[in-house]
């Protein structure tokens, strides 16, 4: 157990819709990170929180948005929803914003999304 | 652009072998290396990382991996496999022209370990 959370585990929807993904990372981490794991374009890194502000951002389409909370937990929005993104959402987290090299990424089991 | 490749998306051994999981980068400039593991319906776990210190890298469960600068190589070893060792491993690459933050993923290898 890593210690980071996310809810739901498992999420279906259909077609045009907008979901929210919640992340709570470890005790005390300031930083959370949000990943995509699709069939189609494998692990990828959509974006980077850092204490309530935005640090980094990867692949992150324009209809997703996230944001994190004075409590640090992370909220990934997905809207406009297409069957393309169907996938499996991580969420990460570290203790400080000191980066991939100074610091160990601990991954949540992840959000399933499934959009029909 | 950074990027990883890792070289069969299955590998089989038997419990006791050698496990090999190949992974060549490709970086511009000094990358740092990463391999990651993912067990069935967990997220993933960090077994070790290069950045640029010794280039053989001893990780969690027995595993190391060695970075040879001249193969643009990184592979991931460990010398007798375990069934508990049957998971999806991943080769990450990151550095400071994908942003500091940036971890660049390889398409993944699935371990699988026969008694």
């Known amino acids: 157990d890593s210690g980071v959370t996310q809810t739901p585990k498992h999420l279906i929807t259909a077609t045009g819709q907008r979901v929210t993904l919640r992340c709570s990372p470890r005790?005390?981490?300031?930083?959370v990170y949000w990943y995509q794991q699709s069939l189609d374009q494998g692990l990828q890194f959509l974006i980077q929180?850092?204490?309530?502000?935005?640090?980094a951002k990867g692949n992150i389409l324009e209809r997703f948005s996230a944001q994190q909370f004075p409590d640090l937990h992370s909220e990934l929005n997905l809207s406009s929803l297409e069957l393309g993104d169907s996938a499996l959402y991580f969420c990460?987290?570290?203790?400080?914003?000191?980066?991939?090299?100074?610091?160990?990424?601990?991954f949540g089991p992840g959000t399933r999304l499934l959009v029909l | 652009a950074q990027s990883v490749t890792q070289l069969g998306s299955h590998v089989s051994v038997s419990e006791g072998a050698l496990v090999l999981l190949r992974c060549n980068y490709s970086?511009?400039?000094?990358?740092?290396l990463f391999w990651y593991v993912q067990y069935p319906n967990q997220g993933l776990q960090l077994l070790l990382k290069y950045t640029s210190a010794a280039t053989l890298v001893k990780g969690i469960n027995g595993f190391e991996a060695e970075f040879k600068k001249s193969e643009t190589s990184f592979h991931l070893t460990k010398p007798s496999a375990h069934m508990s060792d049957a998971a999806e491993y991943f080769c990450a690459v990151g550095g400071m022209n994908t942003g500091f933050q940036k971890l660049v993923f390889g398409t993944g290898t699935r371990l699988l370990v026969s008694p």
């Open positions: 970086s511009s400039v000094p990358p740092y």
């Open positions: 990460a987290s570290s203790p400080s914003g000191g980066g991939i090299i100074q610091e160990t990424q601990y």
């Open positions: 005790s005390g981490d300031l930083s």
């Open positions: 929180y850092y204490n309530g502000e935005e640090r």
